[in-house]
């Protein structure tokens, strides 16, 4: 039995008390990866943005809103894990300066938001892995194989996942895993609980 992490969900990036920067992940592939995990015996702590999911029973939940909070909820437990399934949908970028009261709206002036870049989490954790194993996902609209490659290279990872934006919010997923010595695998589409378990016998073979 070993200590998975597992990321999910969107991150929430406040731009006031009020409002905030975020995506349409839905969190449902985390979460079906974290119950197959469960459900394989191993221990699972699930880092999870905002979702209107329920936390498989037996799964460690650290419930976070943004990027910076995921980064410290997963630093906080990536020493005791095993490896690390990163399917989070973190927003790359976040306010620079959050305001501390609600913004007016000014009817004849436009608004520009400055950005700064989040950190790559899983770039973070993967490049002190040593030997545990870094799963990605990542979701491409165009050049997705060769995005694919280059992502597992620069993350030092030892599996990417990759899917259109057609499963963001979805029931069901087509994916290709892509393997670190050059294998891919098309899996799906299939509901994803399905997936998630298919996943495993091709990442975590050891287990069946
Ligand atoms: O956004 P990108 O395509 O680079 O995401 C690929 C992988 O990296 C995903 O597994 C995602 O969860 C992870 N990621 C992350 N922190 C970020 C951006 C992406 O952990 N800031």
Redesign the pocket.
């Known amino acids: 039995m070993a200590q998975y992490l597992v990321?999910a969900g969107p991150?929430w990036e406040a731009l006031d008390p009020v409002r905030f920067l975020s995506n349409r992940s839905s969190g449902r592939m985390g979460f079906a990866l974290a119950a197959a995990l469960q459900h394989r015996g191993h221990e699972v702590v699930l880092v999870h943005g905002p979702v209107a999911l329920t936390v498989p029973t037996g799964v460690r939940a650290l419930p976070v809103e943004s990027?910076l909070e995921?980064?410290a909820a997963?630093q906080s437990v990536w020493s005791a894990c095993d490896g690390v399934?990163?399917?989070?949908?973190?927003?790359?970028y976040r306010p620079k300066e959050p305001q501390q009261s609600k913004i007016k709206r000014h009817p004849n002036q436009g608004l520009v938001l400055e950005l700064a870049?989040?950190?790559?989490?899983?770039?973070?954790?993967a490049a002190v892995k040593g030997s545990r194993l870094a799963?990605?996902?990542?979701?491409?609209t165009e050049h997705g194989e060769a995005?694919a490659w280059r992502?597992l290279e620069a993350?030092n990872?030892d599996f990417?996942?990759l899917n259109g934006p057609e499963a963001q919010g979805a029931e069901q997923s087509q994916v290709q895993l892509f393997a670190v010595g050059g294998k891919v695998c098309p899996l799906g589409p299939l509901p994803k609980d399905e997936l998630a378990a298919q996943l495993l016998q091709h990442i975590l073979p050891a287990d069946s």
């Open positions: 990321t991150t990027a995921m980064l997963c399934f990163a399917v989070a949908a973190v927003a790359d870049p989040n950190p790559d989490i899983l770039g973070t954790l799963v990605g996902f990542a979701l491409e995005e992502k993350k990872l990417l996942v």
